[in-house]
C-alpha cells in the first residue's frame, strides 16, 4: 500500500491526538499500532501531537488511516469501526468544543429538540470550519437536515470507489446528535461522496429520532 499524498489541508493538532486516542481507545493499543503502520504513521506512536490548535494534522492520514481500517478489516469490518471510531471522537474530546460545549448548560437542556438540532449541529459545522480546514455547512429543512463537507479528509485522494465511505463522519454526527438531543439516537446517511465523484461529501440526517 502506497501512502496518501499529504494535503496541504489539516485539523489542529489536537485532533490528531484524539484521533489516535479514539483509535486506541476502539482497537486497543496492538490495534492501533495495526493499523498506524499499515498506513504508514507508525511515527506518531512515539512522538505524538501536541495538545494545541495550531494547524498540523494532515487530512492524507485520516483519509490513509481510514483505508488502513477498510483493509485490515474488510468492507464491512472497516465500515463497523469507522462508525465507533467517528462516535469515540466525538465522545472524548470534540464535545467540549467551543459552542457545542454550551450544550451542557441547563438553558439548552430545556429547549424543544429540534430547536437543539437547529443550534447543535451548525454550532459543530462552524467548530470544524473555523478551527481547520474542513470547510463544512448545514441546511434546515422540514424533515432533514443535511450536512455538508466541502473539504472532506477521510476520502482525500480516493476515486472511483462504488459507494459512499465517509463513516468516520457519520458516527461522529449520530454521537453529536445523541448529545446535543440529550440521549436519543438520529439516521444518518451519506447521500453523495467525492469519492465516487460528487462535488461535496453530504449527509442526509432524519430529523425526528428513532428511540424517544
Ligand atoms: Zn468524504
Same mark, same amino acid.
Given at each position: 500500500?502506497?501512502?496518501?499524498?499529504?494535503?496541504?489541508? *489539516?485539523?489542529?493538532?489536537?485532533?490528531?491526538?484524539?484521533?489516535?486516542?479514539?483509535?486506541?481507545?476502539?482497537?486497543?493499543?496492538?490495534?492501533?499500532?495495526?493499523?498506524?503502520?499499515?498506513?504508514?504513521?507508525?511515527?506518531?506512536?512515539?512522538?505524538?501531537?501536541?495538545?494545541?490548535?495550531?494547524?498540523?494534522?494532515?487530512?492524507?492520514?485520516?483519509? @490513509?488511516?481510514?483505508?488502513?481500517?477498510?483493509?485490515? *478489516?474488510?468492507?464491512? =469490518? =472497516?465500515?463497523?469501526?469507522?462508525?465507533?471510531?467517528?462516535? @469515540?471522537?466525538?465522545?472524548?474530546?470534540?464535545?467540549?468544543? =467551543? @459552542?457545542?460545549? =454550551?450544550?451542557?448548560?441547563?438553558?439548552?437542556?430545556?429547549?424543544?429538540?429540534?430547536?437543539?438540532?437547529?443550534?447543535?449541529?451548525?454550532?459543530?459545522?462552524?467548530?470544524?470550519?473555523?478551527?481547520?480546514? #474542513?470547510?463544512?455547512?448545514?441546511?434546515?429543512?422540514?424533515?432533514?437536515?443535511?450536512?455538508?463537507?466541502?473539504? !472532506?479528509?477521510?476520502?482525500?485522494?480516493?476515486?472511483?470507489?462504488?459507494?459512499?465511505? !465517509?463513516?468516520?463522519?457519520?458516527?461522529?454526527?449520530?454521537?453529536?446528535?445523541?448529545?446535543?438531543?440529550?440521549?436519543?439516537?438520529?439516521?444518518? *446517511?451519506?447521500?453523495?461522496?467525492?469519492?465516487?465523484?460528487?462535488?461535496? !461529501?453530504?449527509?442526509?440526517? #432524519?430529523?425526528?429520532?428513532?428511540?424517544?
Amino acid at each position: 500500500m502506497s501512502p496518501v499524498e499529504k494535503s496541504g489541508l *489539516y485539523y489542529p493538532n489536537k485532533f490528531g491526538l484524539i484521533m489516535i486516542k479514539a483509535l486506541e481507545g476502539v482497537m486497543g493499543r496492538n490495534g492501533l499500532n495495526a493499523i498506524l503502520n499499515l498506513a504508514e504513521l507508525s511515527p506518531y506512536v512515539d512522538n505524538p501531537f501536541p495538545d494545541n490548535l495550531e494547524k498540523g494534522f494532515d487530512f492524507a492520514d485520516v483519509s @490513509a488511516i481510514n483505508k488502513a481500517l477498510e483493509e485490515m *478489516y474488510g468492507p464491512r =469490518g =472497516g465500515r463497523g469501526l469507522s462508525l465507533r471510531v467517528g462516535r @469515540a471522537l466525538f465522545a472524548d474530546a470534540l464535545k467540549n468544543f =467551543g @459552542a457545542l460545549a =454550551g450544550v451542557a448548560d441547563l438553558a439548552f437542556a430545556v429547549l424543544p429538540l429540534q430547536a437543539k438540532l437547529r443550534i447543535g449541529i451548525p454550532a459543530e459545522a462552524k467548530i470544524f470550519s473555523q478551527i481547520s480546514d #474542513q470547510l463544512s455547512t448545514v441546511e434546515d429543512h422540514e424533515n432533514e437536515m443535511i450536512y455538508t463537507i466541502h473539504k !472532506c479528509s477521510e476520502c482525500y485522494e480516493r476515486h472511483a470507489v462504488d459507494k459512499p465511505m !465517509c463513516y468516520i463522519a457519520v458516527g461522529l454526527l449520530q454521537e453529536s446528535l445523541r448529545w446535543v438531543s440529550g440521549g436519543n439516537e438520529f439516521r444518518v *446517511y451519506e447521500s453523495k461522496c467525492m469519492a465516487v465523484g460528487d462535488e461535496v !461529501c453530504e449527509f442526509v440526517i #432524519q430529523k425526528d429520532p428513532l428511540s424517544t
